[in-house]
């Protein structure tokens, strides 16, 4: 591998298993999506979507199996009214959650950004590259989804990320990536580009504190692993 001009892989698995929106959607007064046979969890969500997705919510959970990260995945590809405002609430969780992560170090703070790297790539049928963009006080100046890849693997430019960083003068940065099969075991790809990465930020001071990989509604941290 040479890091000054060839991609590196992050690869995962397969794809989040998503239903086209002619086969998936029962007619919304269907007998399979009666609300009797609801979980009290499962009737809290039908409750939320309401607003969205109004009379058509009960039907689209159901044919998404009961998973809002199905549900999401069939939200970004479908054209229906409501799933544009559902996807506008994701957006509106995330920035909400940005907002913690301005006001305090990232860096100490793992949970609010595994939080806030599962809403981003929640439903995400590719794997895609982002990054957290850090001041010398380890709090949030950027976020940027870099680069996009297929279903099971993203290409990685380093130079790329050697100039995003300059450009937000950046002390260091949280890697991430998702997973769209759902597992968050790091491949020895990941591991590579994470070193090769690095490496590359090392030489304009910018340190490299984590690698996130996501999966659905899961986490791995590479740094707590020890293998950064």
Same mark, same amino acid.
Not at 103 to 110: G, N, T, V, W
């Given at each position: 591998m040479n890091a000054s001009s060839t991609p590196f892989g992050c690869s995962g698995s397969a794809?989040?298993?998503?239903?086209?929106?002619? %086969? %998936? *959607?029962?007619?919304? /007064?269907?007998?399979?999506?009666?609300a009797s046979g609801f979980t009290a969890r499962e009737r809290s969500v039908l409750e939320a979507l309401r607003p969205f997705l109004g009379a058509d919510a009960e039907a689209l959970y159901t044919a998404q199996g009961r998973s809002l990260h199905r549900l999401v995945c069939f939200a970004r590809d479908s054209? &229906?009214?409501?799933?544009?405002?559902? &996807?506008? /609430? &994701? +957006?509106?969780?995330?920035? !909400?959650?940005?907002?913690? !992560? +301005?006001?305090?170090? %990232?860096?100490?703070? !793992? +949970?609010? *950004?595994? =939080?806030?790297?599962?809403l981003h790539f929640a439903g995400q049928a590719h794997e895609s590259f982002a990054v957290l963009f850090l001041d010398a006080r380890h709090t949030l100046l950027a976020f940027e989804d870099l680069f996009r890849g297929t279903l099971t693997q993203t290409e990685v430019y380093p130079r790329e990320l050697v100039k995003r960083a300059l450009h937000h003068n950046a002390s260091a940065l949280i890697l991430a990536h998702n997973h769209p099969s759902g597992a968050v075991e790091p491949s020895p790809e990941d591991l590579a580009v994470t070193q090769a990465l690095k490496s590359a930020l090392a030489l304009i =001071? *910018? +340190?490299v504190l984590d690698h996130i990989v996501v999966g659905a509604n899961r986490v791995t941290s590479i740094a707590e692993r020890g293998l950064l």
């Open positions: 794809a989040c298993g998503l239903s086209s929106p002619s %086969s %998936s *959607v029962p007619a919304s /007064g269907s007998s399979s999506a009666s054209s &229906l009214p409501g799933c544009a405002q559902l &996807l506008c /609430g &994701l +957006r509106l969780a995330r920035e !909400l959650l940005a907002e913690e !992560l +301005r006001a305090r170090e %990232s860096f100490h703070s !793992l +949970r609010a *950004v595994s =939080d806030y790297l599962k =001071d *910018v +340190r």
